[in-house]
Structure formats: structure tokens, C-alpha cells
């Protein structure tokens, strides 16, 4: 359903709530090796979050990216929305162009049913929520 682009932004923007308390920005190459990802393919997104208002960056020797008070309490649904558009909630489970409740999928309903629900995560969890369970070593973004 998800991009791995977009599954490495959620990862990211996790990483960068997990900072907010301390006040501190983070680089491309240390976000990227934190969660395991492509410089490259970091860097890349970050600067779409950034365009999309999801996080913050400031340029120079003290700057990097970070997130705000207002950021924290954002929905996941803002990430996936900035790197993979709202587009991804209405597609079809097997990536037919033309599944529809008249021509569906061998998966339609049920899929149609899941993807419902996980929308509906990405509504109601906040930055701060998922954020927290990380912090609390509940859940893990790593490995």
C-alpha cells in the first residue's frame, strides 16, 4: 500500500519527533543511518516534507531538519498524504487501474475494507503518539 519512500518519511519523521524535547535538528546522513536508508532517498523526501510543511530545516553550520510543537501533533496522515497523495487510500490492493465495485479485484472487499481501517489510523495517530511508544521502547524503528 505504502511507498518505501513513504514508509521511510513515517520513519524519519518518528526520528525527528524523538528530538523535539532536546531541541535538536538532525542531518540527512544521521537520519539515514538511523533508520537504515539511502542518503540519497532521505534527502529526497525530507526536502518534499519540508515544501509540504510536515517538518523544518534550517540551512548552515548549526542547521538541520526538525520538527515543531504543531508538527508533533499532526496526523501520520500528513506524511503519507505529502509523499504518496491521498491517492493511495483509493487504490486497488493488486494495482489494477480499472478495479471498481463493478469490475473488481479478486481482493476488492476485503482489501477495500483494510484500507478503509488504515486510513483511519493514519487520521487519528498523532506524530507524538507513535513517537512515544518509540521512546518508551514499546516499538522500534529499527531493525
Known amino acids: 500500500m505504502l511507498s518505501l519512500t513513504c514508509k521511510t518519511a513515517i520513519k524519519a519523521v518518528i526520528y525527528l519527533a524523538s528530538k ?16 537504515d536508508a539511502s542518503e ?3 534527502g529526497k523526501m525530507l526536502q518534499t516534507l519540508v515544501k509540504k ?4 530545516s534550517v540551512k548552515g553550520p548549526n542547521g538541520g531538519f526538525y520538527i515543531t510543537a504543531k508538527q508533533m501533533h499532526q496526523p501520520l496522515f500528513n506524511i ?28 476488492h472487499n476485503d482489501y477495500g475494507k483494510i484500507r478503509d481501517q488504515f486510513k483511519a489510523l493514519c487520521q ?18 529499527i531493525g
Not at 498524504?81 to 465495485?101: Q, Y
Open 40 to 42: 540519497h532517498t532521505v
Open 80 to 107: 503519507v498524504d505529502a509523499i504518496d497523495g491521498k491517492e493511495v487510500f483509493n487504490e486497488c490492493g493488486l494495482g489494477l487501474s480499472k478495479c471498481s465495485a463493478t469490475r473488481p479485484c479478486p481482493i
Open 124 to 141: 487519528q495517530k498523532k506524530v507524538s503518539d507513535v513517537c512515544e511508544i518509540v521512546t518508551d521502547g514499546l516499538a522500534y524503528l
Open 20 to 35: 523535539f524535547e532536546s531541541a535538536e535538528k538532525a542531518g540527512i546522513r544521521e537520519i539515514a543511518d538511523y533508520i
Open 53 to 56: 510543511k510536515v517538518i523544518n
